[in-house]
């Protein structure tokens, strides 16, 4: 539970996620790390819709999720993206939740492959 914050309970945790996830900008900020780290204005470009301050608010959401850490070097900002809470909330739900579909439509496969 690294990416978890200290003395933050699982819950909590679960709900900045599903927060930070909710939104389409943050979504697509995290689309933009996940192909490497970039910078806060690199960020910025790639959401030309939108003002730095909200970008910066986005971020903030995205960093108290644990979804993006930030460092800074000189004068830049780069964001970095942290799947370990995304794993999390997988392994959490979406896996517990879609194994007995997964299965349900196995045997029906199964049914209809036997039957002609």
């Given at each position: 539970?690294?990416?978890?914050?200290?003395?933050?309970?699982?819950?909590?945790?679960?709900?900045?996620?599903?927060?930070?996830?909710?939104?389409?900008?943050?979504?697509?900020?995290?689309?933009?790390?996940?192909?490497?780290?970039?910078?806060?204005?690199?960020?910025?470009?790639?959401?030309?819709?939108?003002?730095?301050?909200?970008?910066?608010l986005?971020?903030?959401?995205?960093?108290?999720?644990?979804?993006?850490?930030?460092?800074?070097?000189?004068?830049?900002?780069?964001?970095?993206?942290n799947?370990?809470?995304?794993?999390?909330?997988?392994?959490?739900?979406?896996?517990?939740?879609?194994?007995?579909?997964?299965?349900?439509?196995?045997?029906?496969?199964?049914?209809?492959?036997?039957?002609?």
């Amino acid at each position: 539970m690294a990416s978890r914050k200290r003395n933050q309970p699982a819950a909590d945790q679960d709900d900045a996620v599903f927060k930070a996830l909710a939104n389409a900008d943050r979504r697509k900020v995290l689309d933009a790390v996940h192909a490497g780290p970039q910078t806060t204005g690199a960020l910025c470009e790639a959401l030309p819709h939108l003002d730095r301050c909200t970008v910066m608010l986005h971020l903030r959401t995205l960093e108290a999720a644990g979804l993006i850490i930030s460092k800074k070097r000189g004068r830049s900002r780069w964001n970095y993206l942290n799947v370990v809470p995304i794993q999390q909330v997988y392994e959490r739900w979406i896996k517990t939740y879609a194994q007995p579909a997964a299965a349900q439509l196995a045997r029906l496969q199964r049914a209809l492959e036997q039957d002609p």
